[in-house]
C-alpha cells in the first residue's frame, strides 16, 4: 500500500546499531511505520544519548501510562527518524518514583517532564524544579489524573526562569484582548524590551485525555476534534490512524483522498487567518480587512464542500465520515485563493509591512532542533521536517507533496512559509480533487492493539496514540497536537532582542491555540 | 499605500445584509439541528438516536424524545443511524433568552417494537 | 445578580426584512444608543473553548460582516463593556477571572453564552469544568451552535439586546412523512 516496504534496522543503520544487545525493533500495531521496542529503565540513559546524538532522530513526544501491574508507569518516548520514514516508540517500565532527567539530554523533553509528573507522580532524577502544566494551583478540588498524584508539589516555579536586576515582571491575562483565547504572560521587562516571558497554560485545561479514557474511538473522535477546534482535521486524522495501525484497518484510497482534501482546506483557512492577524498585530487595517475577506471566504468554500466552516465530522475511524462536493473545489475555491494571493501581493510590497517581521521573533535552526519544532515555525527556521513527505500515508505515497522552507527563522520566513504553503496546498486540493474522493468506513473492530497516528496539520506534525483494551475500549490514547510542541519556543522567539510591542506580531506568526496544548 | 486605496474601491460591498434581509444563502450549507420525523420515530430508533449523540442532547422518556437544541452540535451523527427518522432542521437563527425554550419533547409516533 | 435583561417595552423589535438596510441599521445603532446611552461594547472571555468560537467571533468585526454597521464594538476593558459573550463549558481554572470580569462590568450587563461548550452540550459537570455557563453567572441569551456561524452570532446579539425576537421557541423541530408538523419556520 505505502512505498515503505522495509522499514526494518536491516535497512536502517541508525537502528541497526541502536538495537544491538536489544534484539530488533517491531513493528507497533499494523504499522510499519511505526517501530518500537523495549528498554530497561537502566539502558533509557544510555538510549537517549545516542538518539540524541543521531542525526535526523527528533525527540516527537513523551508521555506515560499506567503499566502492568497498575502501580507501576510506563515511559513513552517517541523518537521520529524523519530521514528514515519511521518513528520510533521506546517503552520503559519504570520502577519508583524517579526516571533520569531525559531533558537534560534532549531538552525538548522538558514540558513533558513536567506533565508526567502531575498525571503519574512521578519525577525525574535530581531536583530540578518542574513547572506547573495543566493542575490549577488553586484546585482545592482534586483533580483526576491519569494515575496517581505526586506526592509532594513544589512551590510556584517558572523554570528556567528567573527575575533579577532591574527587570519587573508584567503579568498580562488570563483574559486578553477581544476574541482571543484565554493564555497568562508573565512578560519580565526592563521598560520595553522583553528580557523574559513564561506562559500559564492551565486555565482551560479541560482534561481530554482523562475523559477518552474508556470510551470507544467512534465517540471519542467527538472530542479529538474538540481538542483543537482549528485543526480539527489534522488531530482527527491522526487519532484515527492510530486506532487504524492499532486494529489493522485500511481506509481505502478515495477516503484517505477525502482526509488530505479536508487537511489541506484546514491548511488554507489557518495559513489566510495568520495573515489576518499578522496585519491587525502590524496595525495594517486595510490589509486585515483583504485577509479576512479572504478567511470568510475559504470558510464558506469549506461549509460548502464539507457541511461545516471549521471541518468538523469529516474523518471517521477507517476513513471518511463524508464525501466532499467537488464542485466548490472548482468554482468557488479558485477566487477565494485568488482573492488571498492579491492580498498577499499587495503585503509582500508594502515596506512597513515587511520591516516590522523582519529580524523579528527569530528563532535559529539550533533552537528549532533542541526544542522540537514542527510545523511552519520549524521549517521558516531551516528545518525540513513536513509529516506529509517524511513519514508516508496513503494519500501522500501517490500525491507527492513539495514542502515548503525558509532559512532566517523571523517572522518574515515564516510569512513567507505561510505563502508557499497556501500555493502548494491549493496544487495539492486540485490534485486529490482529480483522482476523486469518497466517504466510507467508520467503524472501529472492538480488538486489542496499540497504535500511533499522524498528520501535518496547519500548525505542524499532529500526533495521537492509543491503547485499545480487547472490547475495543480506550486505555490509552494521547494526543499531541502541534500547539503542545511550539509554545515552547515561543518565550525563546519573544526574548530575541524584541520589544513588547513585537509579542503579539510573534504570537500571529506562530498561529498557536491555547486550547491544543491545554488539552 | 495607494494600492491600497484603490483596492479598497474595487472590492466593493461584500457586507451582508442581515438582519434586513434573510440570512444570505450560503447559509443553507451550515449545519443544523436535526428535525424528528415523528411518525418514522419508534423506541428503537428513538435510543439508538440516543446512543449515537455525542454530547447527550437527546434522551428518552417513555414515548418522548427529549430534545436539548441548546447541546445540539449539529454534529450529524444522529441521521446516519435514523433511517429517515431525522431531517436538517435549517435552522440557523437559534439564539433565545429562555434556556427552557431550547428543549423540545418530540413524541414518538411509529409505535413499541 | 442581574434579572434576564429584556429590551425595553417601546422599541420596535423588528424582525421584518424589508426595510431599508441603512436606514434599519440606524435604527438599531440608535436604538442601542438610546437603551445604554452610547454605542454597545463586547467583551469576549473563553473558559476553555476549542479556538473556534473565538474564531467566528472574531469574523464579526470583519468586512462580511461589520458589527460596527449595528452599533457594536468589541473593548478590551470590561469596565467599559455592555454585553460579555462567554465561550467555552466553564473550566473551573478560570472561575476567578471569569467572576472578576464580570464584577467589574457596570450595571446593566448582558451575558451572552455561546456555542453547545458553553449552553452544555459538550462537557458534563465534573472536577474540571461547570460544564455549562449559567451554573457560573446568570446568562441572558444562549446561541446554540458548534461553532454558531457569524450570522448566528449576530441573531444572539440582536435578541439580546431586543433588536430582534426570538423564535426557537415556537419552533417544534418536528415534522412528518407527509409534511412538517404544526407551525413551519417564518
Ligand atoms: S446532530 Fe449530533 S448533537 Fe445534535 S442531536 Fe444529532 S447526534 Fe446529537
Ligand atoms: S461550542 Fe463547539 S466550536 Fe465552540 S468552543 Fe465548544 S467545541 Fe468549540
Known amino acids: 500500500m505505502t512505498s515503505r516496504t522495509t522499514a526494518g534496522p536491516r535497512h536502517n543503520p541508525v537502528l541497526a546499531e541502536l538495537a544491538t544487545g536489544i534484539g530488533s525493533p517491531q513493528p507497533l500495531g499494523h504499522d510499519s511505520g511505526t517501530l518500537h521496542f523495549t528498554v530497561t529503565a537502566a539502558d533509557l540513559e544510555h538510549f537517549t544519548h545516542r538518539l540524541a546524538e543521531t542525526a535526523g532522530a527528533r525527540l516527537a513526544d513523551l508521555f506515560a501510562a499506567t503499566g502492568d501491574p497498575p502501580d507501576q508507569v510506563v515511559l513513552n518516548m517517541l523518537w521520529a527518524l524523519d530521514a528514515d520514514d519511521a518513528y520510533l516508540l521506546i517503552q520503559t517500565q519504570l520502577r519508583g518514583e524517579n526516571y533520569p532527567a531525559l531533558s537534560d539530554i534532549a531538552p525538548a523533553a522538558f514540558v513533558e517532564e513536567c506533565e508526567i509528573f502531575e498525571q503519574f507522580g512521578v519525577r525525574p532524577a535530581g531536583d530540578k524544579p518542574l513547572n506547573r502544566v495543566a493542575v490549577p494551583p488553586q484546585a482545592d478540588h482534586d483533580i483526576p489524573r491519569l494515575g496517581a498524584a505526586p506526592r509532594h508539589v513544589d512551590g510556584e516555579v517558572h523554570a528556567p526562569h528567573a527575575v533579577g536586576g532591574h527587570a519587573f515582571e508584567f503579568p498580562f491575562g488570563p483574559v486578553r484582548a477581544s476574541a482571543q483565547e484565554s493564555l497568562y504572560y508573565g512578560l519580565v521587562t526592563s521598560g520595553e524590551e522583553v528580557v523574559d516571558l513564561y506562559l500559564l497554560t492551565w486555565h482551560k485545561y479541560r482534561g481530554l485525555e482523562w475523559r477518552l479514557q474508556g470510551m470507544l474511538p467512534d465517540a471519542a473522535l467527538f472530542y479529538v476534534e474538540r481538542a483543537e477546534g482549528l485543526s480539527a482535521v489534522a488531530q482527527a486524522w491522526a487519532f484515527a490512524a492510530a486506532v487504524e495501525h492499532a486494529t489493522g484497518l485500511r481506509p481505502d484510497p478515495g477516503a484517505s483522498r477525502t482526509r488530505a482534501l479536508a487537511l489541506e482546506l484546514e491548511r488554507l483557512y489557518n495559513h489566510a487567518a495568520a495573515i489576518a492577524a499578522l496585519c491587525q498585530a502590524t496595525g495594517l487595517s486595510v490589509g486585515q480587512a483583504g485577509a479576512e475577506i479572504a478567511l470568510e471566504r475559504l470558510l464558506r468554500v469549506n461549509a460548502a464542500v464539507f457541511g461545516h466552516r471549521y471541518l468538523f465530522g469529516v474523518v471517521g475511524i477507517g476513513g471518511a465520515q463524508r464525501a466532499p462536493d467537488l464542485g466548490p473545489l472548482q468554482t468557488e475555491l479558485p477566487e477565494a485563493v485568488a482573492e488571498l494571493r492579491a492580498v498577499c501581493r499587495l503585503l509582500s510590497g508594502t515596506n512597513s509591512f515587511l520591516d516590522r517581521l523582519e529580524a523579528t521573533g527569530i528563532l535559529t535552526t539550533e533552537q528549532a532542533v533542541r526544542l522540537g519544532l514542527v510545523g511552519p515555525v520549524a521549517r521558516a527556521a531551516g528545518v525540513a521536517i513536513d509529516a506529509r513527505n517524511q513519514h508516508l500515508q496513503p494519500p501522500y505515497d501517490d500525491v507527492a507533496v513539495h514542502p515548503a522552507q525558509g532559512t532566517t527563522g523571523d517572522v518574515l520566513a515564516r510569512y513567507q512559509t505561510f505563502l508557499a504553503e497556501i500555493d502548494e496546498s491549493a496544487r495539492l486540493i486540485s490534485e486529490l480533487a482529480r483522482r476523486g474522493a469518497t466517504a466510507g468506513g467508520t467503524t472501529s473492530p472492538r480488538k486489542a492493539g496499540s497504535g500511533l497516528g499522524w498528520a501535518e496539520s496547519p500548525r505542524g506534525e499532529s500526533l495521537a496514540y492509543v491503547e485499545l483494551d480487547g472490547d475495543g475500549s480506550i486505555r490509552r490514547a494521547r494526543l499531541r497536537p502541534a500547539s503542545a510542541r511550539n509554545w515552547r519556543a515561543f518565550d525563546d522567539a519573544c526574548r530575541s532582542q524584541n520589544v513588547f510591542t513585537d509579542i503579539p506580531i510573534i504570537e500571529a506568526s506562530f498561529w498557536l491555540t491555547v486550547a491544543g496544548t491545554a488539552r | 499605500m495607494s494600492l491600497w486605496f484603490l483596492r479598497g474601491l474595487r472590492r466593493g460591498v461584500v457586507t451582508t445584509r442581515y438582519p434586513k434581509t434573510p440570512p444570505d444563502p450560503w447559509t443553507a450549507t451550515l449545519p443544523t439541528p436535526p428535525s424528528f420525523v415523528t411518525d418514522r420515530l419508534d423506541i428503537a430508533t428513538a435510543d439508538a438516536l440516543v446512543a449515537v449523540c455525542p454530547p447527550a442532547a437527546l434522551r428518552r422518556e417513555g414515548l418522548e424524545l427529549v430534545y436539548d437544541v441548546g447541546a445540539c452540535t449539529a454534529c450529524g451523527r444522529c441521521l446516519v443511524v435514523a433511517d429517515g427518522a431525522a431531517v436538517p432542521s435549517g435552522q440557523i437563527e437559534l439564539a433565545t433568552q429562555r434556556r427552557e425554550d431550547l428543549v423540545k419533547r418530540v413524541a414518538i409516533e411509529g409505535g413499541v417494537q | ?186
Not at chain 3, 471569569?98 to 462537557?123: D, F, I, N
Open chain 3, 1 to 186: 445578580m442581574t434579572s434576564p435583561v429584556h429590551g425595553p417595552a417601546g422599541l420596535s423589535t423588528t424582525s421584518s426584512h424589508s426595510a431599508d438596510p441603512e436606514r434599519l441599521a440606524d435604527e438599531l445603532s440608535r436604538n442601542v444608543q438610546r437603551w445604554f446611552g452610547r454605542s454597545l461594547h463586547i467583551r469576549t472571555i473563553d473558559t476553555g473553548s476549542c479556538a473556534a468560537c473565538e474564531s467566528e467571533i472574531r469574523l464579526l468585526g470583519a468586512p462580511h460582516y461589520d458589527l460596527h454597521r449595528l452599533g457594536f464594538f468589541f473593548t478590551p476593558a470590561p469596565r467599559h463593556a455592555d454585553l460579555l459573550m462567554v465561550t467555552g463549558p466553564g473550566v473551573r481554572a478560570m472561575d476567578p477571572a471569569l467572576t472578576k470580569t464580570w464584577t467589574a462590568m457596570p450595571e446593566p450587563k448582558v451575558v451572552v453564552a455561546v456555542g453547545a461548550c458553553a449552553l452544555g452540550g459538550v462537557y458534563p459537570t465534573d472536577a474540571f469544568t461547570h460544564g455549562a455557563i449559567d451554573k457560573v453567572l446568570p446568562v441572558d441569551v444562549y446561541i446554540p451552535g458548534c461553532p454558531p456561524s457569524p450570522i448566528a452570532l449576530l441573531h444572539g446579539l440582536l435578541v439580546a439586546v431586543g433588536r430582534l425576537v426570538d423564535r426557537v421557541g415556537a419552533q417544534p423541530f418536528t415534522t412528518t412523512t407527509t409534511g412538517p408538523a404544526a407551525a413551519s419556520p417564518c
